[in-house]
């Protein structure tokens, strides 16, 4: 995974950049070493080989990132009872929403005056991307080396390999900044929005429209990355948060494989149009389909997760009305909602979506992903792969969760079943 994602990213990449998103491959075994160096190697070296530029532009967001993140406004909210800290919860400032409108009109002001044009972003796509995968390999080397230095080691396993990609810290943090939801929430989906702008843009420019496929990507992603801000105060309670350790599976993924990769859509569009001269564009009745499906999905989305971690945050004592987050969907907080109580204490929420399904949230962000890749056609596979990696990543998380809620809670868990019977789509599965 260390480094065949990193090599991944550089082909798929290079099909976007130089074959309009066709997946190549050399004709024959013997063809494959000419073949690796001139379309592969020599394509990096032309294209995506780190600059100062491009070191200057992404460590400077990153950094201005941090900043924001330390000093504007924004409430403070507790976690969840650490074991490992002897029950204790440690506090989170959640300014998610105040950095991203700041971020919003700066950006906008930077573009506008020329101070930096935000359609430079995809001109210098292959040095950028570079650039955030070495700094999601030193951000874990530095994560992993001062954790130990620290003290600050968990659940280690012994193995160098093993221990530096799964993390070994839980909560690394700077002064009042928590790292790990820094690097979650205000790295990948700002860079993955500010992509697909940069594309929209870029389209504006050169040929002074702007096409429906391409103002659906932008939507999309304002509204995941919208989503994360102003549902941040959500984060602390997570099971990311809570439980996984800061490694490079995390870092690495955060600070490059999403906004690197999550993008493809849009990038596919632009480079298609850039290649052959002519727009992808659909008729009127799949577009506005498309668009349905999103804002549909979207706000199952957005009220599932509001519905559950506020649920679950009230359980915490940690829950704060947020009505200046801007949207705030009707049926987003459930009031008296139905539970099991478990054993251990605690309570399975059988309210709302979660009354319908188990993973109701998870069905929603998959009907996302797949309309990212049915708004470019079918005629590449790139602005498909988010959706097919999600799959895999899901089955495989949910599979994890089922067998550990089996476990931890065994009849109670069978009585939560039977009361929610479906995992994704009821009556289907």
């Known amino acids: 995974m260390m480094t065949g994602f990193p090599c991944l990213m550089f082909y798929f990449w290079v099909c976007l950049e130089y074959h309009q998103g066709k997946l190549i491959?050399?004709?024959?075994?013997?063809?494959?070493?000419?073949?690796?160096?001139?379309?592969?190697?020599?394509?990096?070296?032309?294209?995506?080989?780190?600059?100062?530029?491009?070191?200057?532009?992404?460590?400077?967001?990153?950094?201005?990132?941090?900043?924001?993140?330390?000093?504007?406004?924004?409430?403070?909210?507790?976690?969840?009872?650490?074991?490992?800290?002897?029950?204790?919860?440690?506090?989170?400032?959640?300014?998610?929403?105040?950095?991203?409108?700041?971020?919003?009109?700066?950006?906008?002001?930077?573009?506008?005056?020329?101070?930096?044009?935000?359609?430079?972003?995809?001109?210098?796509?292959?040095?950028?991307?570079?650039?955030?995968?070495?700094?999601?390999?030193?951000?874990?080397?530095?994560?992993?080396?001062?954790?130990?230095?620290?003290?600050?080691?968990?659940?280690?396993?012994?193995?160098?390999?093993?221990?530096?990609?799964?993390?070994?810290?839980?909560?690394?943090?700077i002064g009042k900044v928590d790292l790990k939801m820094w690097a979650e929430i205000r790295l990948p989906w700002p860079v993955l929005f500010y992509l697909s702008l940069s594309c929209l843009l870029k389209q504006y420019e050169i040929y002074g429209t702007i096409t429906a496929p391409a103002a659906f990507m932008v939507l999309a992603h304002f509204l995941y990355v919208n989503a994360c801000q102003k549902g941040e105060e959500c984060i602390p309670t997570s099971w990311d948060i809570f439980y996984e350790k800061d490694g490079f599976m995390l870092i690495f993924w955060n600070m490059a494989g999403v906004p690197f990769t999550y993008c493809y859509a849009s990038l596919y569009l632009m480079k298609y149009q850039l290649?052959?001269?002519?727009?992808?564009?659909?008729?009127?009745?799949?577009?506005?389909?498309?668009?349905?499906?999103?804002?549909?999905?979207?706000?199952?989305f957005d009220t599932g997760n509001s519905q559950k971690n506020r649920f679950r945050m009230e359980q915490n004592g940690s829950y704060i009305p947020r009505k200046a987050a801007f949207p705030q969907l009707p049926w987003g907080h459930i009031k008296n909602p139905s539970y099991i109580k478990t054993e251990h204490g605690n309570l399975l929420l059988t309210s709302g979506w979660w009354g319908i399904a188990r993973k109701p949230h998870y069905t929603a962000d998959l009907?996302?992903?797949?309309?990212?890749?049915?708004?470019?056609?079918?005629?590449?596979?790139?602005?498909?792969?988010?959706?097919?990696?999600?799959?895999?990543?899901?089955?495989?998380?949910?599979?994890?969760?089922?067998?550990?809620?089996?476990?931890?809670?065994?009849?109670?868990?069978?009585?939560?079943?039977?009361?929610?019977?479906?995992?994704?789509?009821?009556?289907?599965?």
């Open 275 to 300: 290649t052959t001269g002519s727009a992808i564009t659909h008729n009127l009745p799949y577009t506005v389909f498309l668009f349905v499906a999103l804002l549909a999905a979207y706000y199952v």
């Open 367 to 429: 009907v996302m992903a797949i309309s990212w890749g049915l708004i470019t056609g079918f005629g590449s596979f790139l602005p498909y792969f988010y959706f097919c990696f999600f799959v895999c990543v899901l089955v495989h998380r949910v599979s994890r969760d089922m067998e550990r809620c089996a476990k931890k809670y065994g009849k109670d868990w069978d009585r939560y079943c039977e009361r929610v019977p479906y995992i994704f789509i009821p009556y289907v599965y």
């Open 25 to 173: 491959y050399p004709t024959s075994l013997a063809d494959f070493k000419p073949w690796f160096f001139q379309e592969i190697v020599n394509k990096i070296k032309l294209g995506a080989m780190p600059t100062v530029w491009a070191t200057k532009v992404y460590m400077g967001y990153v950094l201005f990132s941090f900043i924001l993140a330390y000093t504007m406004p924004g409430p403070v909210v507790e976690g969840l009872p650490i074991p490992s800290l002897a029950g204790k919860r440690l506090k989170y400032l959640c300014n998610g929403l105040s950095s991203w409108y700041f971020t919003l009109a700066f950006s906008c002001i930077c573009h506008v005056t020329g101070v930096f044009r935000l359609t430079l972003i995809v001109d210098h796509f292959g040095e950028l991307m570079t650039v955030a995968m070495i700094w999601g390999f030193v951000m874990s080397g530095l994560v992993y080396v001062f954790s130990s230095m620290m003290g600050k080691n968990h659940r280690m396993s012994g193995n160098f390999f093993y221990d530096y990609f799964m993390g070994t810290c839980l909560n690394p943090r």
